[in-house]
């Protein structure tokens, strides 16, 4: 199984980024699909989730601003990022979590987001 993202890189405070995840070895489909991240000298933190019928969950920090969904013909899972704060700095994951269980099972490597003027 493996996750990958891309999508990272700098932007300036208030711009936007799409950050996507390519799933091969499992269908994204059939399971949670969740986005994380974590800034340095923090832990890390659930971004955002999609659940199989679609429903979506987001953190406070991020509700309004971020998006996640799902291409299932591509088995990729997006999470586009608008009105980008310095504060959203940080390496986002993306990780596969299987009905029932309570954790991710599979992780991405992540990639950079640095929001900076």
């Known amino acids: 199984v493996q996750l990958v993202e891309s999508g990272g890189g700098l932007v300036q405070p208030g711009g936007s980024l799409r950050l996507s995840c390519a799933a091969s070895?499992?269908?994204?489909?059939?399971?949670?699909m969740t986005w994380h991240r974590q800034a340095p000298g923090k832990e890390r933190e659930s971004v955002a989730s999609?659940?199989?019928?679609?429903?979506?969950n987001y953190a406070d920090s991020v509700k309004g601003r971020f998006t996640i969904s799902r291409d299932n013909a591509k088995n990729t899972v997006y999470l586009q990022m608008n009105s980008l704060k310095e504060e959203d700095t940080a390496v986002y994951y993306c990780?596969?979590?299987?009905?029932?269980?309570?954790?991710?099972?599979?992780w991405g490597q992540g990639t950079q987001v640095t929001v900076s003027s």
């Open positions: 999609i659940g199989i019928a679609g429903k979506t």
């Open positions: 070895g499992l269908r994204s489909s059939s399971n949670i």
């Open positions: 990780a596969s979590r299987p009905m029932g269980s309570s954790a991710p099972r599979y």
